[in-house]
């Protein structure tokens, strides 16, 4: 029987230019308000039918309190798992990056270094029946597991989720292979 566990640690390199902006994750859309354009609000988002505002929410947190788009969206309307989720699952950036106006995302280049890691897992058994002096039998079951998180989740290039290094996120392979052979 043979057993081994091999670890292996590298720094995961991560650059975008499609997040977006921080602000929005917590629900203060006004960074997105751009009082030189024709359309100041087009960035932000519409009030949902099905929602009922108090007057003093419509004051405070709609654009020119007219209760129609929202700057500001009220604690009472985020849901507390999304927001959990958003602070595991997206970078850590600072609100005071700058906006761009025309999309929502942040104007630079958001790039980090993340820790990598990953454990693989290989092991054999083999176990030998002699019938006779000249019968012979042997099996060896070859087994290894990988969890690795050495990669983003997805291509920056493309829209989609960030990197992290919890178990929730990373899939669990475990290909096995048995063989058996007679001498």
Same mark, same amino acid.
């Given at each position: 029987?043979?057993?081994?566990?091999?670890?292996?640690?590298?720094?995961?390199?991560?650059?975008?230019?499609?997040?977006? !902006?921080?602000?929005?994750?917590?629900?203060?859309? #006004?960074?997105?308000?751009?009082? #030189?354009?024709?359309?100041?609000?087009?960035?932000?988002?519409?009030?949902? @039918?099905?929602?009922?505002? =108090?007057?003093?929410?419509?004051?405070?947190?709609?654009?020119?309190?007219?209760?129609?788009?929202?700057? *500001?969206?009220?604690?009472?309307?985020?849901?507390? !798992?999304?927001?959990?989720? +958003? #602070?595991?699952?997206?970078?850590? +950036?600072?609100?005071?990056?700058?906006?761009?106006?025309?999309?929502?995302? +942040?104007?630079?280049?958001?790039?980090?270094?993340?820790?990598?890691?990953?454990?693989?897992?290989?092991?054999?058994?083999?176990?030998? !029946?002699?019938?006779?002096?000249?019968? !012979?039998?042997?099996?060896?079951?070859? @087994?290894?597991?990988?969890?690795?998180? =050495?990669?983003?989740?997805?291509?920056?290039?493309?829209? #989609?989720?960030?990197?992290?290094? *919890?178990?929730?996120? +990373?899939?669990?392979? @475990?290909?096995?292979?048995?063989?058996?052979?007679?001498?």
């Amino acid at each position: 029987m043979a057993y081994e566990r091999n670890y292996a640690r590298a720094a995961v390199p991560i650059s975008d230019q499609k997040l977006p !902006h921080p602000a929005f994750w917590g629900g203060d859309f #006004s960074p997105a308000i751009n009082p #030189s354009a024709a359309n100041p609000a087009k960035l932000l988002p519409d009030v949902p @039918a099905g929602v009922t505002l =108090t007057p003093a929410e419509v004051l405070a947190d709609t654009y020119l309190g007219l209760g129609q788009k929202f700057v *500001t969206i009220p604690s009472r309307l985020l849901d507390p !798992h999304v927001q959990q989720l +958003i #602070s595991v699952y997206f970078p850590k +950036i600072s609100p005071l990056v700058p906006i761009n106006l025309a999309n929502g995302r +942040i104007a630079n280049l958001f790039q980090t270094l993340l820790p990598g890691r990953s454990t693989r897992d290989l092991g054999t058994l083999r176990v030998d !029946h002699d019938f006779t002096e000249k019968d !012979h039998v042997y099996v060896v079951y070859n @087994a290894s597991a990988f969890l690795g998180a =050495t990669s983003p989740v997805r291509n920056p290039s493309q829209d #989609s989720a960030w990197f992290r290094t *919890t178990a929730e996120i +990373i899939p669990f392979r @475990a290909p096995m292979s048995a063989r058996f052979r007679a001498i």
